[in-house]
């Protein structure tokens, strides 16, 4: 395969297991006959400054050395260049949750590594968020309401448990549980209904193996909303115990809607959850880019 990487690398992603695998998993990358230029993010946001940089200066291919929310810093670098529907972007999975590629069915660094060897690429959308403040793009999902107060709990107290700590901060936020109400304008109509949670989803995936959205499609040229009404304790356990299977969207009580744009209505601001990343911001509208960028795997 011709053309060299730029290896983005997070060692500070998966609670710190990143800087003892990455080593590895790169030279095996190598050893296969891959070309690499190997640089380190050392603070948040400076994944999207050097991918915007070497994006900027001809290159294409871009590797992701961490998790999700490393895969959205690049992103938004190269959604910040002119020439992000020439680039491509392959990831391994080294970081808490690394929901993206398990909707490709990539659950192991092993089957990572050998679709990038492969190099075959697909083109993704990518969803823009408009916020009080400028704009974000994603390919995973965003999620309000209890979504974020679990993301948010997991980063301070279990990290260190991988993607089992999502679950732990999952039940301890059941334990206190609030509502949110964020009223969403799409283009038939308003749902203002009080809810637990809202979703906003381009691929299946999130906090590793929870198939939030089961109908979601990462090049359709539409987002996945899912949206769950007030529940009780109770019910919100037995709407959980489903989200692995993705058979909670069958219940009453949780609805889905896919759209290409969505509207916050009389938006506040508030905790956002980005692809594993915890935001605090007034969200205005999340759009599609339908085929942005090109994935390998």
């Avoid at 006959?33 to 380190?40: N, R």
């Amino acid at each position: 395969m011709s053309g060299a990487y730029y290896a983005i690398v997070n060692r500070a992603a998966g609670g710190g297991r990143c800087e003892k695998a990455a080593p590895d998993a790169l030279n095996s990358l190598e050893r296969r006959g891959l070309s690499l230029e190997v640089a380190f993010s050392e603070e948040p946001k400076h994944a999207t400054e050097l991918a915007r940089r070497a994006a900027s200066n001809g290159c294409r291919r871009f590797l992701s050395v961490g998790g999700d929310g490393t895969a959205a810093e690049i992103v938004n670098g190269l959604m910040a260049s002119s020439a992000a529907r020439e680039c491509e972007l392959a990831m391994l999975p080294l970081g808490t949750g690394n929901s993206f590629l398990r909707h490709f069915g990539i659950t192991a660094l092993q089957a990572a590594t050998d679709a990038i060897v492969r190099g075959k690429s697909t083109p993704i959308d990518v969803l823009r968020l408009t916020h009080d403040d400028g704009v974000i793009h994603f390919i995973n999902t965003m999620g309000t309401g209890f979504v974020a107060r679990a993301g948010e709990l997991t980063n301070e107290r279990f990290k260190f448990l991988g993607a089992a700590g999502y679950i732990a901060a999952v039940l301890v936020c059941v334990v206190r549980l609030q509502y949110e109400e964020n009223t969403l304008r799409y283009a038939d109509g308003i749902d203002d209904a009080r809810t637990v949670l809202s979703s906003f989803s381009n691929s299946q995936y999130t906090g590793g193996s929870m198939r939030m959205a089961p109908d979601a499609q990462v090049a359709d040229g539409l987002l996945d909303v899912v949206r769950a009404g007030s529940l009780r304790r109770g019910a919100l356990i037995a709407a959980f115990t489903r989200i692995f299977s993705g058979t909670h969207t069958d219940l009453e009580q949780v609805w889905t809607r896919q759209v290409d744009r969505v509207e916050f209505v009389n938006s506040s601001v508030q905790a956002v959850l980005i692809d594993g990343d915890l935001h605090h911001l007034e969200p205005l509208a999340i759009d599609v880019l339908p085929s942005a960028i090109q994935l390998i795997a």
